[in-house]
Every structure is written in structure tokens, then in C-alpha cells.
């Protein structure tokens, strides 16, 4: 199993960009899909999750980027997505995927993108 995002890049503060995150492989299930993000010498912080709740999604972030940011995600393509306008300098970090996803023979595990680099500059 192998996650692979993208999307990342250089834009100016108050743009936007589109974070993109496909999962390949043998899954079974997704339970949640996540964002993280790891800025220079600080640790790495969650920005956003997506759950199956029942038959509909439960969508949590971070206080920094609520009303910002949005996750989404296309269970046939076992993909997930982070739309996020109105970025801040402080934006700036590389962010990595996260998938909590049913496997055979393994179960329910954690699996991480390799990171993609958000630089929000003028």
C-alpha cells in the first residue's frame, strides 16, 4: 500500500492551492484520512481529518486553519484532498497524508504519504 501526494508549490499569501493524496494498493477499508504538517523546526501538527461516521463524514481541523482549509475525499478513487485558500506565511511547512486503512493480512493500520512542500511567499 502506498499513498502519494501532491500538489504542493510556491504561492503568495492570500492564494490557494490544492493538496491531492491517491492510496494504492490492496485496501479493504478506509477509516479516516488526515493532513499533517511539519514547518521548520517545529513538530509535526494535524491540520485536518475526514471519518466515516455512520453513512456520512465527520470533518475536524485545526483551530489555525478552520474556515481556511477543506478535506474532502473520493472513496473510488481512494483519494483525499486539502483545498486551502487564504494562505498565511505561517502556512508554510511540508505536509504529509495519513490514511487509516484495512489491509490483508495486516488489518486496520497507519500508512503516511512521502510529503509534499507548501511555501506561501510574496
Known amino acids: 500500500v502506498q499513498l502519494q501526494a501532491s500538489g504542493g508549490g510556491l504561492v503568495q499569501p492570500g492564494g490557494s492551492l490544492r493538496l491531492s493524496c491517491a492510496a494504492s494498493g490492496s485496501i479493504f477499508g478506509i477509516e479516516s484520512m488526515s493532513w499533517y504538517r511539519q514547518a521548520p523546526g517545529k513538530q509535526r501538527e494535524l491540520v485536518a481529518t475526514i471519518t466515516k461516521s455512520g453513512d456520512s463524514y465527520r470533518t475536524d481541523y485545526a483551530d489555525s486553519v478552520k474556515g481556511r482549509f477543506t478535506i474532502s475525499r473520493d472513496n473510488t478513487k481512494n483519494t483525499q484532498y486539502l483545498q486551502m485558500n487564504s494562505l498565511k506565511p505561517e502556512d508554510t511547512a511540508v505536509y504529509f497524508c495519513?490514511?487509516?486503512?484495512?489491509?490483508?493480512?495486516?488489518?486496520?493500520?497507519?500508512?503516511w504519504g512521502q510529503g509534499t512542500l507548501v511555501t506561501v511567499s510574496s
Open positions: 495519513n490514511a487509516h486503512l484495512f489491509t490483508y493480512p495486516k488489518g486496520w493500520s497507519d500508512y
